[in-house]
């Protein structure tokens, strides 16, 4: 992990921008939490802790399966996701996160250079749309070509999250509706994601990173930020509860940001503190 800023000029410039939802654009990652801690506390068990949330956030039926398994509630999973979906008419209080109406805009409107932009999430299409059909500026950014869902037709046999099939899914779908001979590589997209799972998989997929993590899951990796921006986590993401070291001095300050050890991934604090220069993104 390194503090120090990497030679731009070691990669290609950004031509295309992939965006996780939950916790990156809008604040249902909170909403969530609200949803299940609802449900834990009806059964007498404690709040989430984010050291299990940090496994089940971003990974489908698996991560909510290990939600289950540390709850160890009287209801199975079909019942569990019953409870979960009656409470939904929660997420239409979603709003966006800090930064993120003003980079959608410069992205999709003020670039000099066309950039195409796509969403990869493990969640389904209809909840998107409950979470943001009154948020006109979220939705009109991304094509509807180019939203990948955990319930979309071509990740039915995929897998989820470490696993990079969501974003190579995406970068597929831009590619189709790109002219004869024009074609954007891997390597020259950056992914946004909030979740260490989500950065396993923007790895794996050859792209870069941009990771924001909720201040829960930043107290958690806190002294190990390096080794979600490496990669290093891995799969199963065992050793995470009590997980604390000192961290990097300063990180807390606004503006603050650091980097893997390859220079392919990047943790910021806020979407506020996106650098488009360093991306080789210019913007008119």
């Known amino acids: 992990m390194s503090s120090t800023q990497p030679n731009p000029a070691a990669f290609p410039a950004i031509r295309a921008c992939i965006f996780d939802v939950d916790g990156l654009l809008i604040n249902s990652e909170d909403i969530y939490t609200e949803i299940y801690n609802n449900i834990l506390h009806f059964y007498g068990k404690p709040s989430l802790p984010w050291s299990i949330k940090a496994k089940q956030q971003s990974r489908g039926r698996e991560g909510m399966l290990q939600?289950?398994?540390?709850?160890?509630?009287?209801?199975?999973?079909?019942?569990?996701?019953?409870?979960?979906?009656?409470?939904?008419?929660?997420?239409?209080?979603?709003?966006?996160?800090p930064g993120v109406p003003t980079l959608l805009h410069n992205l999709s409107y003020?670039?000099?250079?066309?950039?195409?932009?796509?969403?990869?999430?493990?969640?389904?299409?209809?909840?998107?749309?409950?979470?943001?059909?009154?948020?006109a500026r979220i939705t009109a950014a991304f094509p509807e070509k180019c939203r990948v869902f955990g319930d979309d037709a071509a990740m039915s046999d995929a897998r989820k999250k470490p696993m990079p099939d969501a974003f190579l899914l995406a970068l597929e779908r831009i590619n189709e509706g790109l002219g004869d001979g024009e074609r954007v590589?891997?390597?020259?997209?950056?992914?946004?994601?909030?979740?260490?799972?989500?950065?396993?998989?923007?790895?794996?997929?050859?792209?870069?990173?941009?990771?924001?993590?909720?201040v829960g899951l930043r107290g958690i990796w806190r002294g190990r930020e390096g080794e979600v921006l490496d990669g290093r986590v891995l799969e199963g993401m065992g050793g995470v509860e009590g997980v604390e070291g000192d961290g990097y001095e300063g990180f807390g300050e606004k503006g603050r940001r650091l980097w893997s050890e390859d220079g392919r991934a990047e943790m910021l604090m806020t979407l506020e503190d996106f650098d488009y220069k360093y991306y080789g993104i210019r913007l008119k």
């Open 185 to 214: 590589e891997r390597g020259e997209c950056l992914v946004f994601e909030d979740s260490v799972a989500g950065v396993e998989a923007g790895r794996r997929a050859g792209m870069r990173v941009c990771w924001v993590p909720h």
């Open 67 to 97: 939600l289950l398994s540390w709850a160890q509630l009287p209801i199975n999973y079909g019942e569990w996701t019953a409870q979960v979906s009656a409470q939904h008419p929660l997420f239409k209080s979603c709003t966006p996160l």
């Open 110 to 135: 003020l670039t000099t250079s066309p950039l195409h932009l796509a969403i990869a999430s493990s969640a389904t299409s209809k909840t998107f749309a409950l979470k943001t059909t009154h948020l």
